[in-house]
């Protein structure tokens, strides 16, 4: 398969198991009102774009929009932070289904705009906290803040097509990302089994993932900059992070969790 054929269905996986398994994970909730919103997603991209493609995605939507609310009554930063990321997430697919132009950003662009506020936004920044309840240090809050802030820089870079922030922004995303697979490698040093494993696949995963993402955001600007095309990004980059750092680093604090029920008397 090549990287033109793999894109979109690395593209639709990551969302679908992004919503089902790396959302309730973040958000620490239930896993069926999220599977049902995957479903809803998967649904939306196996039908033409329009606006039944766009409508059926409401229960992602609403989903977040709860997660919203809450973070805002409980007055937790990082959570209404995560929680407005998984928001732009489900807004941004819903205007790729709808094939709605924002600020003349084209396709594949607005549709991976739903798969990076997924998983660089939701999924790393609630990896980030996790790290930070294990052990509360500066540097750990550290790179919680920057995973808050990057996001929402690089997608200013996107709409104002500047480079302070589009490089900017991918700088302190791959210094918080890699920040986190630092952590990780320590916490699986304390563990057993698999959430050891997935902790250090979690670690190894996102340094050549985000060295693809600095090089890509340079030679926007630099063109002597070598770097991989979108398409190749996408099957190369974007499933490092998905399912090589993200989907790990949470199922493996999820089987820990489990784990340590199982040992905690009734």
Same mark, same amino acid.
């Given at each position: 398969m090549t990287p033109a054929e793999a894109m979109v269905p690395v593209m639709n996986v990551a969302l679908v198991l992004g919503v089902a398994v790396v959302m309730p994970l973040a958000f620490q909730?239930?896993?069926t009102p999220w599977q049902v919103a995957a479903l809803a997603v998967a649904a939306s991209l196996a039908v033409a774009p329009g606006w039944p493609a766009g409508a059926v995605l409401g229960p992602w939507l609403f989903?977040?929009? !709860?997660? !919203?609310?809450?973070?805002l009554r409980r007055k937790r930063v990082a959570n209404v932070v995560m929680a407005g990321f998984g928001v732009t997430a489900a807004l941004a697919l819903v205007a790729s289904r709808l094939e709605v132009t924002l600020f003349e950003i084209p396709e594949p662009i607005v549709k991976l705009t739903a798969v990076h506020f997924s998983y660089a936004g939701v999924g790393a920044l609630s990896l980030a906290q996790r790290l930070v309840q294990e052990r509360p240090t500066r540097a750990r809050q550290l790179v919680g803040g920057l995973l808050m802030l990057a996001p929402p820089i690089v997608a200013l870079g996107f709409i104002t097509r500047l480079a302070l922030f589009q490089v900017g922004g991918a700088a302190l995303m791959a210094v918080g990302v890699c920040g986190v697979a630092v952590f990780a490698a320590l916490e699986a040093n304390r563990r057993?089994?698999?959430?050891h494993r997935l902790l250090l696949l979690t670690a190894a995963s996102p340094w050549v993932a985000m060295a693809l993402a600095l090089a890509w955001a340079a030679n926007q600007y630099w063109p002597a900059i070598p770097a991989l095309t979108v398409v190749d990004m996408v099957p190369t980059h974007g499933a490092l992070n998905a399912f090589g750092f993200i989907l790990p680093g949470h199922l493996a604090f999820w089987l820990d969790d489990r784990s340590s029920a199982g040992r905690t008397p009734s």
């Amino acid at each position: 398969m090549t990287p033109a054929e793999a894109m979109v269905p690395v593209m639709n996986v990551a969302l679908v198991l992004g919503v089902a398994v790396v959302m309730p994970l973040a958000f620490q909730r239930r896993f069926t009102p999220w599977q049902v919103a995957a479903l809803a997603v998967a649904a939306s991209l196996a039908v033409a774009p329009g606006w039944p493609a766009g409508a059926v995605l409401g229960p992602w939507l609403f989903l977040c929009l !709860v997660e !919203v609310v809450g973070a805002l009554r409980r007055k937790r930063v990082a959570n209404v932070v995560m929680a407005g990321f998984g928001v732009t997430a489900a807004l941004a697919l819903v205007a790729s289904r709808l094939e709605v132009t924002l600020f003349e950003i084209p396709e594949p662009i607005v549709k991976l705009t739903a798969v990076h506020f997924s998983y660089a936004g939701v999924g790393a920044l609630s990896l980030a906290q996790r790290l930070v309840q294990e052990r509360p240090t500066r540097a750990r809050q550290l790179v919680g803040g920057l995973l808050m802030l990057a996001p929402p820089i690089v997608a200013l870079g996107f709409i104002t097509r500047l480079a302070l922030f589009q490089v900017g922004g991918a700088a302190l995303m791959a210094v918080g990302v890699c920040g986190v697979a630092v952590f990780a490698a320590l916490e699986a040093n304390r563990r057993a089994a698999w959430p050891h494993r997935l902790l250090l696949l979690t670690a190894a995963s996102p340094w050549v993932a985000m060295a693809l993402a600095l090089a890509w955001a340079a030679n926007q600007y630099w063109p002597a900059i070598p770097a991989l095309t979108v398409v190749d990004m996408v099957p190369t980059h974007g499933a490092l992070n998905a399912f090589g750092f993200i989907l790990p680093g949470h199922l493996a604090f999820w089987l820990d969790d489990r784990s340590s029920a199982g040992r905690t008397p009734s």
